[in-house]
């Protein structure tokens, strides 16, 4: 419950401060800055492949860790690629919920004049805030890191989510809130889906003979 609360309150200052004028103002610069990064353009191509990478290698990871599983008779991993698209389901849901209840303009389509559009052949013409992708990537992220924690697991991951979420700033569909609240859509969506397993799972340990009055306080307690 602690950690709900958590998420949430800070998910509301990141739209709180998204919608002041001077955070608006500072938002726009920093778009602005990494949107006009000059690096060649094969730069600007590897960054539409990162960006687009997101969806493709979420949805990839959870059908693959569920194949695998399935076919290799491995719980964990079966268990892993269940959990990680529950978190995917959620974090969805969460992220349109916000784009459409929130209803921000993209950067490229409310300042025309400062920022360019380097992405035209991909669809970025739904509501700003959140980012997507960068929820799409941090989610996956923090699903397989809580699954997997080790460093040879987590710094890759969140690299390339990092680079997503940059990438999406210097595309110019997204605004750097829109990519700070996909990341604690993200992050928050999988914490709260692997914490959810681990309760459930803590739950059917529980002995017959435990009354639902216990079993009840057990799950309050553990959350």
Known sequence: ????????????????????????????????????????????????????????????????LGLYGWLKEDEKILETGIVTGAAMLFNGAITLTSKYAINRKRPFKAYPDRIILRDKQSDNYSPSFVSGHTSMAFNLATSITMSFPKWEVSVPMYVWASTVAFSRMYLGVHYPSDVLGGIIVGVGSSYLTFKANEWLKDKKKVPWGVSQANIAYAGFVHL
């Open 1 to 64: 419950m602690k950690q709900i609360t958590r998420f949430t309150v800070l998910f509301l200052i990141i739209v709180s401060c998204s919608s002041n004028a001077n955070a608006q103002n500072i938002d726009i610069d920093w778009t602005s800055k990494i949107n006009h990064i000059d690096a060649g353009k094969g730069f600007n191509s590897s960054m539409k492949f990162i960006s687009s990478s997101a969806i493709y290698i979420e949805v990839g990871s959870v059908v693959g």
